[in-house]
């Protein structure tokens, strides 16, 4: 049985890989989990490396994009490095729209994410 509800995550050497199982991240509830999950998998951890695959994801409310905001700050603040992958291009388009393009490291798929990791 998986540990969390609404990510599956795998750990590849140092960094954690999370995976949300949900197609469509709408609702505040479904977020509200998603942080806490996340936070969970964190806990007190510094230097924490992630990636985020968004592969199985067709929509998600504008709210998560606050919650990516979050995640980045606390990352960051631990000294760890966190990178996105599998975004849809119209996903992708937001992203672009709200300039977050430029303030998350986005790639391709998980092997181009995990290959700059090493770089």
């Not at 540990?3 to 750990?11: A, E, G, P, S």
């Not at 890989?17 to 991240?25: A, N, Q, S």
């Not at 975004?87 to 798929?109: A, G, M, S, Y």
């Amino acid at each position: 049985m998986d540990q969390f509800r609404r990510i599956q995550t795998v750990k590849k050497g140092d960094i954690h890989i999370v995976l949300f199982k949900d197609k469509k991240i709408l609702d505040d509830s479904v977020l509200d989990e998603i942080k806490v999950e996340i936070n969970k998998l964190m806990g007190n951890a510094s230097g924490l490396d992630m990636l985020l695959d968004f592969s199985n994801i067709e929509f998600m409310s504008s709210a998560m994009l606050g919650l990516l905001g979050q995640l980045h700050r606390k990352v960051g603040t631990g000294k760890g490095r966190l990178k996105m992958c599998g975004i849809r291009p119209e996903i992708f388009q937001v992203f672009k729209l709200t300039n977050l393009d430029k303030l998350f490291k986005i790639h391709p798929d998980a092997p181009a994410a995990l290959a700059a990791f090493e770089a």
